[in-house]
């Protein structure tokens, strides 16, 4: 990256103030979180005018112990920028870790000894002084593995406008209640993201394919370091490559499908959570559900084909609580799709082992992207496959019947409507017969007995598909699961972007933005690049998104779902939308970084059934 210019946009008398400060509270003393907090209460007695410190940021050379660190903003007209300070007596030796930095001066404030202040490059682009200093000056502000610990994954598709909110919303929930809940970089990697180089090639004319946020699995990561170093987040958070997606209908295709996965895992070896996907593989006619279900006979010949001798005499062996038939029909259903997840979990492995960082990782096999609803005896099946076979899976998300940024059904008639087109013949049967038409109470039952199959393995049930759903529905989940819970949202964050966009003044730029984008979505889906899903255009002629409290049902369910998608795509001057989010005026950007907090911490309070302030 290149060099901070020469007009530095902070004071050195303002910058040898806080460096007066920073020796005055923490000179000569071990640096405590309390040290910090003592450190920030008399920062705004120094009455900076051209830069904001942040000190939770606070950090000692680990070779210089006399030599500190600070992030501060530096506020302008356009945008606000982040520098790293490197405060450092003039008699240690100069700083080599950023060969980027800029002296602001050598100097002698309060009339002591003589200082020399630096000034390095930290926005969220700048991913080599990040990873330098979270890899070798405060390893503390590392993602690492989440393990048992509950969390909520926050899917951030605008990072720079997101993560720091979502970080205050999980240190607001940490003070009120003791527990963190931090899981805060997280992405598919091969949905919304992609790698830098296939970002760099992508044009825009395609708003499904991979990248579409227009933020690629290296900054993704980078960003993740930002915010956690900014918020002066040492609690532990976990970063997560959210679904590295394998598919294709030959051989070949799915040979290079799991080849582009690959590249995507290389890509994405600081992370701590590796969420697979290899659903497409499921053998769906196996299950009995299915409309045309294989015979018992064609369900016995598949098992021949897809499993040696070997494999078939483990099978028998490793599983004798399942009936011969209900065996094989697990075994077809699922069994392209395990070797597969053995691979990638492999693939896995042999990368983190080169990593300077955390070596271990959480491993997530999804089966949520199953067309049928994962049932207890499919999970106990999956996971011990991977436990017998040396791939533990820390974490597994199954089917739970939730639609992308959708509420959840409360009534029969509502469930009834909401299962059409869908291959779960048993559930309005079940809510009927067993739970009374309630489909709150069957939800919770269910949830309940596949977080005891979780459990029997160590393992955390993953909730997909997370944004959108209501108060009744998250309490359900955080009783159901008795607090053990990986809570998934992703579109929510950025539809909260999209709100504060659509409430700006008529005649606004930013008002102007947000039409523009939602006419490139309707040009996108006039020309059919939404699948069956662009007919859904015609059916709403409002632009409003909907109330975020109530899953947005009363919105226009087309824009809820893809106006995401067209970020990555071009405005009409030709330049990305994407560009044009990133350089947004700070009002709106507080806004809607007030709206994500919040939103987290209302979360949290509906799992957790605690309260959570603000």
């Given at each position: 990256?290149?060099?901070?210019?020469?007009?530095?946009?902070?004071?050195?008398?303002?910058?040898?103030?806080?460096?007066?400060?920073?020796?005055q509270q923490a000179g000569g003393k071990q640096?405590?979180?309390?040290?910090?907090?003592?450190?920030?209460?008399?920062?705004?007695?120094?009455?900076?005018?051209?830069?904001?410190?942040?000190?939770?940021?606070?950090?000692?050379?680990?070779?210089?112990?006399?030599?500190?660190?600070?992030?501060?903003?530096?506020?302008?007209?356009?945008?606000?920028?982040?520098?790293?300070?490197?405060?450092?007596?003039?008699?240690?030796?100069?700083?080599?870790?950023?060969?980027?930095?800029?002296?602001?001066?050598?100097?002698?404030?309060?009339?002591?000894?003589?200082?020399?202040?630096?000034?390095?490059?930290?926005?969220?682009?700048?991913?080599?002084?990040?990873?330098?200093?979270?890899?070798?000056?405060?390893?503390?502000?590392?993602?690492?593995?989440?393990?048992?610990?509950?969390?909520?994954?926050?899917?951030?598709?605008?990072?720079?406008?997101?993560?720091?909110?979502?970080?205050?919303?999980?240190?607001?929930?940490?003070?009120?209640?003791?527990?963190?809940?931090?899981?805060?970089?997280?992405?598919?990697?091969?949905?919304?993201?992609?790698?830098?180089?296939?970002?760099?090639?992508r044009d825009g004319e395609n708003p499904t394919?991979?990248?579409?946020?227009?933020?690629?699995?290296?900054?993704?990561?980078?960003?993740?370091?930002?915010?956690?170093?900014?918020?002066?987040?040492?609690?532990?958070?976990?970063?997560?490559?959210?679904?590295?997606?394998?598919?294709?209908?030959?051989?070949?295709?799915?040979?290079?499908?799991?080849?582009?996965?690959?590249?995507?895992?290389?890509?994405?070896?600081?992370?701590?959570?590796?969420?697979?996907?290899?659903?497409?593989?499921?053998?769906?006619?196996?299950?009995?559900?299915?409309?045309?279900?294989?015979?018992?006979?064609?369900?016995?010949?598949?098992?021949?084909?897809?499993?040696?001798?070997?494999?078939?005499?483990?099978?028998?062996?490793?599983?004798?609580?399942?009936?011969?038939?209900?065996?094989?029909?697990?075994?077809?259903?699922?069994?392209?799709?395990?070797?597969?997840?053995?691979?990638?979990?492999?693939?896995?492995?042999?990368?983190?082992?080169?990593?300077?960082?955390?070596?271990?990782?959480?491993?997530?096999?999804?089966?949520?992207?199953?067309?049928?609803?994962?049932?207890?005896?499919?999970?106990?099946?999956?996971?011990?496959?991977?436990?017998?076979?040396?791939?533990?899976?820390?974490?597994?998300?199954?089917?739970?019947?939730?639609?992308?940024?959708?509420?959840?059904?409360?009534?029969?008639?509502?469930?009834?409507?909401?299962?059409?087109?869908?291959?779960?013949?048993?559930?309005?049967?079940?809510?009927?017969?067993?739970?009374?038409?309630?489909?709150?109470?069957?939800?919770?039952?269910?949830?309940?007995?596949?977080?005891?199959?979780?459990?029997?393995?160590?393992?955390?049930?993953?909730?997909?598909?997370?944004?959108?759903?209501?108060?009744?529905?998250?309490?359900?989940?955080?009783?159901?699961?008795?607090?053990?819970?990986?809570?998934?949202?992703?579109?929510?964050?950025?539809?909260?972007?999209?709100?504060?966009?659509?409430?700006?003044?008529?005649?606004?730029?930013?008002?102007?933005?947000?039409?523009?984008?939602?006419?490139?979505?309707?040009?996108?889906?006039?020309?059919?690049?939404?699948?069956?899903?662009?007919?859904?255009?015609?059916?709403?002629?409002?632009?409003?998104?909907g109330d975020s409290n109530r899953g947005r049902?009363?919105?226009?369910?087309?824009?809820?779902?893809?106006?995401?998608?067209?970020?990555?795509?071009?405005?009409?001057?030709?330049?990305?939308?994407?560009?044009?989010?990133?350089?947004?005026?700070?009002?709106?950007?507080?806004?809607?970084?007030?709206?994500?907090?919040?939103?987290?911490?209302?979360?949290?309070?509906?799992?957790?059934?605690?309260?959570?302030?603000?």
């Amino acid at each position: 990256m290149s060099s901070i210019p020469l007009d530095l946009p902070l004071k050195a008398n303002e910058a040898a103030s806080l460096a007066d400060l920073v020796y005055q509270q923490a000179g000569g003393k071990q640096l405590t979180d309390d040290l910090r907090n003592h450190f920030a209460e008399r920062v705004p007695g120094l009455r900076l005018k051209t830069f904001t410190p942040l000190p939770g940021s606070l950090a000692q050379d680990p070779i210089h112990p006399s030599a500190y660190y600070i992030v501060v903003d530096t506020p302008s007209e356009k945008m606000t920028r982040s520098l790293l300070l490197r405060i450092t007596p003039a008699s240690s030796p100069a700083g080599s870790l950023f060969p980027d930095a800029t002296p602001i001066g050598r100097m002698r404030p309060g009339g002591g000894r003589e200082i020399v202040i630096d000034a390095i490059p930290f926005d969220a682009m700048h991913h080599a002084n990040l990873r330098t200093f979270a890899e070798k000056v405060d390893r503390s502000f590392l993602p690492r593995p989440q393990g048992a610990q509950a969390a909520i994954a926050a899917g951030n598709r605008h990072p720079e406008i997101s993560l720091p909110a979502v970080f205050q919303g999980f240190r607001s929930i940490f003070k009120s209640t003791g527990v963190n809940l931090a899981s805060t970089v997280q992405l598919s990697a091969s949905r919304e993201m992609t790698t830098s180089e296939a970002l760099a090639q992508r044009d825009g004319e395609n708003p499904t394919a991979p990248g579409h946020t227009r933020v690629s699995i290296e900054h993704l990561y980078h960003a993740g370091l930002w915010a956690a170093i900014r918020a002066g987040w040492r609690e532990g958070y976990n970063a997560e490559a959210d679904h590295f997606i394998v598919t294709g209908s030959t051989e070949d295709e799915i040979a290079r499908s799991v080849d582009a996965a690959k590249q995507a895992i290389e890509a994405a070896a600081g992370y701590t959570k590796f969420t697979t996907d290899t659903s497409r593989l499921f053998e769906i006619r196996a299950d009995l559900r299915h409309p045309q279900p294989w015979s018992d006979a064609e369900v016995n010949d598949r098992f021949e084909q897809v499993f040696s001798r070997d494999e078939q005499r483990w099978l028998e062996a490793e599983f004798p609580q399942f009936d011969r038939l209900t065996l094989r029909r697990l075994a077809v259903k699922f069994g392209r799709s395990l070797k597969l997840n053995e691979e990638l979990y492999d693939y896995i492995a042999k990368v983190k082992a080169w990593q300077a960082s955390w070596k271990h990782f959480d491993f997530e096999p999804s089966l949520d992207e199953a067309e049928t609803l994962t049932t207890p005896d499919e999970l106990r099946f999956y996971m011990h496959w991977l436990k017998a076979r040396g791939r533990q899976a820390q974490l597994v998300p199954p089917n739970l019947g939730f639609k992308k940024r959708q509420a959840y059904p409360e009534t029969m008639p509502q469930l009834e409507a909401y299962v059409h087109h869908k291959m779960w013949p048993e559930l309005p049967a079940r809510v009927e017969a067993e739970f009374g038409g309630s489909p709150l109470a069957e939800l919770g039952a269910r949830v309940n007995g596949l977080a005891e199959v979780a459990r029997e393995f160590d393992g955390t049930l993953s909730i997909h598909s997370g944004s959108g759903k209501q108060d009744v529905v998250l309490a359900e989940i955080g009783r159901a699961t008795g607090g053990r819970f990986n809570y998934k949202i992703s579109g929510e964050l950025q539809l909260q972007l999209f709100d504060v966009l659509s409430e700006q003044p008529q005649k606004s730029a930013e008002r102007a933005l947000y039409d523009r984008m939602v006419d490139r979505a309707l040009a996108f889906a006039a020309a059919g690049a939404f699948g069956e899903e662009s007919g859904l255009a015609s059916q709403y002629e409002t632009r409003y998104l909907g109330d975020s409290n109530r899953g947005r049902v009363d919105g226009n369910l087309f824009l809820v779902f893809w106006l995401g998608n067209v970020v990555g795509s071009r405005d009409t001057d030709g330049e990305f939308f994407k560009d044009k989010l990133d350089r947004l005026s700070q009002a709106v950007v507080e806004e809607t970084r007030e709206r994500n907090a919040r939103y987290i911490r209302w979360l949290a309070s509906c799992l957790l059934g605690k309260s959570v302030s603000g």
